[in-house]
């Protein structure tokens, strides 16, 4: 993984968070949408904006990939640069969590 692409993402923003936490199985844009608002009891919302963008981006930098395209959706699935982007916030999260709770 380059520099460039560590600097990006990691710490990732809520909304590349879960993109890639999404797509490690296969999904179009609305499904994620629904999927992230799932997760996190509509605590998060990703505005169409912002995850196209966001899937844009991620896509031209290696993240994801576009799949195929079904009833005029494209369905998209991480790729092994956005497992490895995508595991390295998730110990992110669990030394902040870890951390949190010796400290209380």
Sequence with gaps: ???????????MT???FYILLCLREEAHGYSIVKRTEQLTQGQV???PGTLYGSLSKMEKDGLIKFVREE???????ITELGTQV?????KRI???YKSMKEAT
Aim: glycine residues 4%; contains cysteine; proline residues 3%.
């Design 86 to 90: 995508l595991d390295l916030e998730m």
């Design 14 to 16: 809520e909304t590349g």
């Design 94 to 96: 669990e030394r902040l």
């Design 71 to 77: 009833e005029k959706r494209k369905i998209y699935c």
């Design 45 to 47: 919302k990703i505005s």
């Design 1 to 11: 993984m380059d520099r460039h692409i560590r600097k990006v993402y990691v710490p």
